[in-house]
């Protein structure tokens, strides 16, 4: 048992439960906080992100059932979202062994700017409008990039609804519960292509950390007014998206 509870395990514990504050306040940032901690301790992508959605599966059903309880979700929203995110998971974690590094920069081009819009629209006094148009497609793709980079679903799915005009609650609630669905069907695809799953108690460590962080980050998303979530949401995605770029120079 002690072999098992190491200072690495707690570690990755403690990344877990921060990520998922990010993800869960915000509707991202999990996928991209594991898998770059993951990748500089060594790991190859395709294990990477296999690890990152075991542990998610954790995490996104217990942000999801969080979200639910504090009313965050938007049905219909979610229903659109649902179908054509799993279809893209399970593409692009087929396609990951020979596309990830060469889609990564290309995404953090376009996360970047949503970023960029999304700050601007905070300053804007237009209310909210919901998004009902291009959903299936936003979903398709914001999952095939999450499977291949190992995290990209909330920035780019959260980020262009927001980005769009839609409500900040209503987003980040829908699009944390559609990810459950996204990171299953992307965890169960990994393991039928790569046979076996390694790093079991870096999974345990990162879903643990996560399932306790994610109903604090659901009560979070129901007291933070509209103005500074916009504001916090832009300035994450502008900050990982350049970082991302400046590792492909």
């Not at 999952?143 to 780019?156: E, Q, T």
């Amino acid at each position: 048992m002690t072999d098992f509870f190491t200072t690495e395990f707690f570690t990755y514990l403690g990344i877990g439960f921060l990520a998922q504050m990010v993800d869960g306040a915000l509707g991202m940032a999990y996928g991209l906080t594991s898998s770059s901690c993951l990748m500089a301790v060594g790991l190859p992508p395709a294990t990477v992100s296999a690890t990152v959605h075991l542990a998610e599966t954790l995490t996104t059903g217990a942000s999801a059932i969080s979200h639910h309880s504090f009313g965050n979700i938007d049905k219909a929203l979610f229903k659109r979202l649902l179908i054509p995110g799993i279809m893209g998971a399970v593409l692009g974690a087929y396609v990951l062994t020979w596309s990830g590094d060469v889609l990564k920069p290309w995404v953090a081009g376009y996360t970047l700017i949503m970023g960029a819009v999304v700050i601007m629209k905070a300053f804007r006094t237009v209310p909210p409008n919901s998004v009902t148009t291009h959903l299936a497609p936003l979903g398709f793709f914001g999952a095939f990039m999450d499977s291949v980079g190992g995290g990209g679903w909330g920035p780019i799915v959260a980020s262009t609804l927001l980005a769009r005009g839609n409500h900040v609650r209503t987003t980040i609630g829908s699009v944390n519960a559609v990810e459950f669905f996204v990171t299953l069907a992307s965890s169960i695809t990994f393991i039928i292509a790569l046979g076996t799953i390694s790093h079991w108690s870096i999974v345990l460590a990162l879903g643990l950390g996560g399932m306790v962080a994610a109903p604090l980050a659901a009560w979070a998303t129901t007291r933070v007014a509209h103005k500074p979530m916009m504001i916090l949401v832009g300035v994450l995605i502008i900050a990982l998206s350049a970082r991302t770029l400046l590792k492909s120079l």
